[in-house]
């Protein structure tokens, strides 16, 4: 195995103040409860291990199906470290640093994380993978900071995957910046193996006549959280939201997106498609958060669930806080079975119970996937999905 | 020689609510028959209790080609050569009507012929703009039912039950599944045609028609029947049947 090399800002003076500042507050900072709404539902009854954060990283992964697809650049992010010569950054420049928060996870964050990999126009001219890694049980920081230049249109992945089957504690931010009619299309691929506890907070600014494409599809982990905030600050921004989940075993999937319209004449479109099988848990909220300054905001969200075992269950929580009323708002929300009437439709042209259930749920996530703009990835995804169920079907789990 | 389908006593209920109360029934293999009746007399009920779909309790016989299909599962109803078009066809998003049919011939490996019809029956109906979309999604009434008479044609049944393939439909698209009807009629298919309009009788010929009222056939005859039924309604039948028992 090469030996990694760790360049980064990790010593300018300004990122030590702010690790330091953190540092003295991690110690006074609780657990977070179950009993505040944004982490409601969820089991925080275990050590997130902060001591265990290595000092350096371990030996990256090979390549796998997603990455033979890939037509692009790729960097390693391996147990929180960026290898190779690549710019690290803390999460944003000094001055600006966004606001995630002060919960336990995100003063971890800043206080232990060896510093964000910064993606912006040097890494930009060609689509950009990031393979996020992590190669044992310790617990780490991983962050991505995505500055899209001016009236750029940029591609970047984030997946994220445990080497081992190890029962991590896994940190990871992802920050972005996206300038004034630039566009980001950003695709997150959660594959932490099902010991790992993923708490993954991200916040991303949008500029004036921007666009952001986000999805999200979540394989893997215990527990898979993603705190997203989204900040519409331009006018005329933008932003379509997709999400495609599917948990097994015992998993949690834990989504809680804010869309906050700032600019006038600002858009958001989240979409969710989410299973869960065997003992799963799935939490979405939607928080649409318009403020008063956000005229003219048309702003949609969609989250719809398929609950395939009775051990299973799926929470879907759309919000509206809207302090303008010049604006156009709409939800949909729906937690149920496999539709009967589809089955029976399907059944009726010859197909089983078992093709037409498959084929239902195939159909059910296409909408969602048929959106990832990094089109090469979707086969794989949706069969990674698809196959978490077959599997089930299969092994008589449903 | 046994007939494409053939219905005795059957019943249907809901719950409390019987709706099917003793249908008997034939149509031999080659022939086309129609079966009319007022809203809500049982006729859909009739496709969907054949078809067996979960809401019915049902008791009776019904036999495709002489094997009974009450104890199958619907699918095997449907490989045993059941066809049902359905009066208000399903819509699967995230589902092509090519993914459906790919998965109809899987089902049926056995099937040699699936290629060549499936590529006939597309050109006949002119299917090409649609295979590639959701299975009836956004698809106006009247392609719902050209994409029911498509799988038809793919399926190739036994017996094919139409409810209502000509409700909503304009007069050429009513004149394009009549014929179509007429262009698969062969002596290896009996067909029923549900509906409310002597119309589409008038593109294609049957050999007999049913009046269906309160869940049971209560006149059976010739295609004069539908005739009859244009001009009185069912109120004038009904007065009739009461009376001639
Ligand atoms: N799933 C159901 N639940 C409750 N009642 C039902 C159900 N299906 C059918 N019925 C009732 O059974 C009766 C027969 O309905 P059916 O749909 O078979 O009539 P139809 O002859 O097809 O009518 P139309 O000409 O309007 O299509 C109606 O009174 C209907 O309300
Ligand atoms: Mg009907």
């Known amino acids: 195995m090469t030996s990694a090399s760790l360049i980064g800002a990790n010593d300018a003076e300004w990122m030590t103040r702010i690790r330091s500042a953190a540092a003295d507050r991690l110690a006074d900072t609780p657990m977070p409860s179950e009993r505040e709404e944004i982490w409601r539902y969820l089991d925080l009854g275990f050590d997130p291990a902060f001591d265990t954060a290595p000092t350096e990283a371990g030996s990256a992964g090979g390549a796998d199906v997603l990455l033979d697809a890939w037509c692009g650049a790729v960097v390693d992010v391996v147990d929180g470290f960026v290898i190779g010569d690549h710019a690290t950054v803390a999460t944003a420049a000094e001055g600006e640093q966004k606001d995630v928060g002060d919960d336990l996870f995100s003063v971890a964050f800043d206080a232990l994380s060896p510093g964000a990999l910064l993606v912006d126009g040097a890494l930009l001219g060609q689509p950009v993978f990031v393979d996020v890694q992590s190669t044992s049980d310790a617990t780490t920081f991983p962050g991505v900071h995505v500055d899209v230049p001016k009236g750029a249109d940029a591609s970047v992945v984030v997946r994220m995957r445990s080497l081992t089957d190890a029962p991590a504690v896994v940190v990871p931010r992802i920050t972005a910046d996206v300038g004034d009619n630039a566009r980001l299309s950003l695709t997150v691929i959660q594959d932490w193996n099902y010991q790992t506890r993923a708490l993954g907070r991200a916040v991303i600014d949008v500029g004036r006549d921007a666009g952001l494409v986000l999805s999200e599809v979540g394989l893997g982990a215990r527990l898979g959280r993603l705190h997203l905030d989204v900040n519409y600050r331009g006018d005329g921004s933008w932003g379509k939201i997709y999400g495609a989940y599917f948990g097994e075993e015992d998993q949690t999937l834990d989504y809680r997106y804010f869309m906050n319209h700032i600019g006038t004449n600002t858009r958001s479109d989240m979409f969710l498609k989410g299973a869960v099988e065997d003992e799963a848990t799935s939490v979405f909220t939607g928080m649409i958060r318009i403020e008063e300054t956000g005229r003219r905001t048309e702003a949609f969200q969609t989250n719809r669930n398929l609950v395939l075992s009775d051990g299973a269950s799926a929470q879907s929580v759309p919000n509206l806080e809207i302090l303008n009323n010049d604006v156009q708002c709409g939800h949909g929300s729906s937690v149920g079975p496999l539709d009967e009437d589809q089955k029976y439709y399907l059944m009726s042209r010859g197909l089983s119970s078992d093709t037409a259930d498959r084929l239902q749920v195939r159909g059910f996530f296409a909408e969602a996937l048929a959106e990832i703009p990094q089109t090469e990835l979707e086969p794989h995804l949706r069969e990674r999905i698809l196959s978490k169920f077959l599997t089930a079907q299969e092994e008589g789990r449903l | ?245």
């Open chain 2, 1 to 245: 020689m046994s007939n494409a389908l053939e219905v005795t006593n059957l019943t249907a209920s809901i719950d409390d609510l019987e709706i099917l109360r003793g249908v008997d029934l034939t149509v031999p293999f080659g022939e086309v028959h129609a079966v009319m009746g007022p809203n809500g007399s049982g006729k859909s009920t009739l496709c969907h209790a054949l078809m067996g779909k979960d809401d019915y309790t049902v008791a009776g016989s019904a036999r495709v080609d002489g094997t009974e299909i009450l104890d199958m599962s619907i699918d095997e109803r449907a490989r045993a050569g059941l066809f049902e078009a359905f009066q208000y066809p399903t819509e699967i998003a995230g589902v092509t009507l090519d993914e459906l049919t790919a998965a109809m011939a899987e089902a049926n490996p056995a099937d040699n012929g699936f290629t060549t019809r499936q590529e006939q029956t597309s050109e006949l109906l002119g299917m090409g703009r649609f295979r590639d979309r959701f299975v009836n999604v956004g698809l106006s009434g009247g392609e719902k039912k050209r994409s029911e008479m498509y799988l038809m044609g793919v399926a190739n049944p036994k017996i094919a039950i139409l409810d209502e393939i000509d409700s909503g439909l304009d007069i050429d698209a009513v004149k394009q599944v009549a014929g179509m009807v007429e262009a698969m009629r062969s002596p290896d298919l009996g067909v029923l045609v549900i509906t409310h309009y002597s119309r589409i009788l008038r593109y294609m010929s049957v050999d007999k028609v049913h009046v269906m009222v309160k869940g049971r056939i209560v006149k059976s005859g010739g295609p004069e029947i539908a005739e009859e039924l244009e001009g009185g309604g069912y109120a004038a039948l009904q007065k009739q049947v009461a009376s001639s028992k």
